[in-house]
């Protein structure tokens, strides 16, 4: 388990008990990037994070510079055909997510020594703060970074 995401809404299932998004790197996967044929990633996704409403799983491999998306409809469906899409580029490799209460994604950039934010309207992720400082990002500590 490299992952994990809890969302706990009401509506998030039938039993309105919550769910679980247990994230698992070990496991190859096919990575489909605009305009590129379709790829196999020996390296599976490192870092998840959900938007704010619990709609949307965002992920990326290590190894990419690229920041995918999935409905999470489609993850408790089981069903996976066709359902992946991009969000766009992510400014290097990053190595995990985190989010806020308004919606706000963070990229954890390490090449950077940087924390970046995805713009949804841009498709592009920004950078928030860059300090040498910055070893290894990799975490969220549940603290609101509005």
Known sequence: MNDLRFDMRANATASGKGIAYINDSSV?????????????????????????HGDLMCYSPLTSDHLFGIETPYLRANSMD???????????????????????????????????????TTLQAEPYIRNLRIIWPDWNNGTDLR
């Open 82 to 120: 066709d359902v992946l899409s991009s969000l766009g580029q992510r400014g290097g490799n990053a190595n995990g997510f985190s989010a806020n209460s308004n919606g706000a994604v963070y990229v954890l950039m390490p090449e950077q020594n940087a924390i970046y934010i995805y713009n949804s």
């Open 28 to 52: 190859p996967f096919y990575q489909r990037s605009p305009g590129l044929a379709l790829t196999n990633n020996q390296e599976g996704p490192d870092g998840i994070e959900l938007s704010l």
